[in-house]
Every structure is written in C-alpha cells, then in structure tokens.
Nanobody, 127 residues
Framework: QVQLVESGGGLVQTGGSLRLSCAVS????????MGWFRQAPGKEREFVAA????????NYGDSVKGRFTASRDNAKNTLYLQMNSLKPEDTAVYYC????????????????????WGQGTQVTVSS
C-alpha cells in the first residue's frame, strides 16, 4: 500500500522560504499523479499543486502561483514543495496525497480525488 510521510515544516518569518518533502513508499505502476494540499484552522482543505510523476508537469492553485514550486525525484521516491515569499496566510498543515490511476482531470484539484494521504506537516509563518 502507498504510504506518504511529509517533513520539513516549521516556523518561518514573512518573506522567508521553506522546503517540504514527501517520502513515498509502496509506489506502483498506477501511481501517476500526486498532490499538495493545505488546511488552515477553520478552513477547508485547499489545493496547492498537482504534479505528474512521470514527466514532472505541475499545476498550481491560484493562491501560490509564482511563489511555490513542486517537483519530484524519481530515484529518491520523494516529492518536494519549495515555498518562497511566504505569507501569514500560508500558515496551515500541509499534506501530500496520491491516488490509483487517473482522476477526472489531468491535474486533480479536488481533495476527494485522492485516496492516500500523509500525516501532514505544520507550516507557521509569523507576521
């Protein structure tokens, strides 16, 4: 079974940077796309980015475009989220996720299209 473990969260100042990692184990031929989501207190889980495992193509949510960069290292079975120009609004628990096979979109944006989730890592941006 696919298992995901996020790491790299922490406390940073406004304007700072942080890189999150997601270690992936149990990948199969049906692991085609992965997602990054975040959830702030009192808010719904929000789409951050989706990345195709094979070619590395990425699609971003509007709130993070131009500031965040998602990538993956096939050899290390690791997904990354480089976060720059961080704002207090970015404070949330960040999750990586995946699914079996293709979703309804090439870059699934709905949290319900993902079946496997990591435990999350807390990112706090001080004002």
């Amino acid at each position: 079974q696919v298992q995901l473990v996020e790491s790299g969260g922490g406390l940073v100042q406004t304007g700072g940077s942080l890189r999150l990692s997601c270690a992936v184990s149990g990948r199969t031929f049906s692991t085609l796309v992965m997602g990054w989501f975040r959830q702030a207190p009192g808010k719904e889980r929000e789409f951050v980015a989706a990345i195709r495992w094979n070619g590395g193509a990425v699609n971003y949510g509007d709130s993070v475009k131009g500031r965040f960069t998602a990538s993956r290292d096939n050899a290390k079975n690791t997904l990354y989220l480089q976060m720059n120009s961080l704002k207090p609004e970015d404070t949330a628990v960040y999750y990586c996720a995946t699914r079996d096979g293709e979703g309804t979109q090439f870059f699934p944006r709905d949290r319900y299209e993902y079946a496997y989730w990591g435990q999350g890592t807390q990112v706090t941006v001080s004002s």
